[in-house]
């Protein structure tokens, strides 16, 4: 690929399974390549707890060139309902440290992650790609100062995964 294209590619996934990844070139750089999602539930994903409109079909879509993981401390004890018939895991944590400790199992380098809150920041240092989300609920500042990007909510975000060229403008060096 040259520097200035990035796409979707079939590769061995997490524990020898088939999965895919995300490739990424930025102008200058190296190839960055991603093979796991992490998302913020809470204020990210959903309002009240609610899932948001478009959730499902970009979701789905972006299931199909990543692995996608919910951590989320469940504010409002909705996540597991509402995510259940979604190509999604679900997994519950306390803290942002359960976060970062998540990421840190993974090959963080390996990592985009997505979220709006202080308990996001851990992971998003962590993580090859953060993602600050500014949502219905706002983003925590100290987020947005540790983030590689921001945007103005969830569906953006995963807009620019399922189009990673959109990505090169504002992140080449």
């Given amino acids: 690929m040259s520097d200035a294209t990035n796409g979707h590619e079939a590769q061995e996934g997490r524990q020898g399974r088939?999965?895919?990844?995300?490739?990424?070139?930025?102008?200058?750089g190296s190839p960055r390549i991603f093979t796991d999602l992490i998302v913020d539930y809470t204020g990210t994903l959903s309002l009240d707890g609610l899932l948001l409109s478009g959730m499902t079909e970009r979701l789905t879509q972006i299931s199909k060139i990543i692995r996608i993981t919910v951590l989320t401390a469940d504010t409002f004890g909705?996540?597991?309902?509402?995510?259940?018939?979604?190509?999604?895991?679900v997994r519950i944590v306390k803290t942002g440290e359960d976060k970062a400790e998540f990421v840190r199992k993974l090959e963080a380098e390996h990592v985009i992650?997505?979220?709006?809150?202080?308990?996001?920041?851990?992971?998003?240092?962590?993580?090859?790609?953060?993602?600050a989300v500014i949502g219905p609920e706002g983003a925590a500042g100290d987020l947005l100062r540790v983030a590689d990007l921001v945007v103005r909510d969830i569906r953006n975000a995963l807009d620019l995964i399922a189009n990673p060229v959109r990505m090169v403008a504002t992140l080449r060096d």
Avoid: H
């Fill in 113 to 131: 992650a997505i979220g709006n809150g202080r308990n996001d920041v851990a992971m998003m240092k962590l993580a090859g790609l953060g993602i």
């Fill in 78 to 89: 909705q996540a597991r309902s509402q995510l259940e018939r979604l190509p999604v895991e």
């Fill in 18 to 28: 088939p999965g895919t990844y995300v490739r990424m070139v930025f102008p200058g």
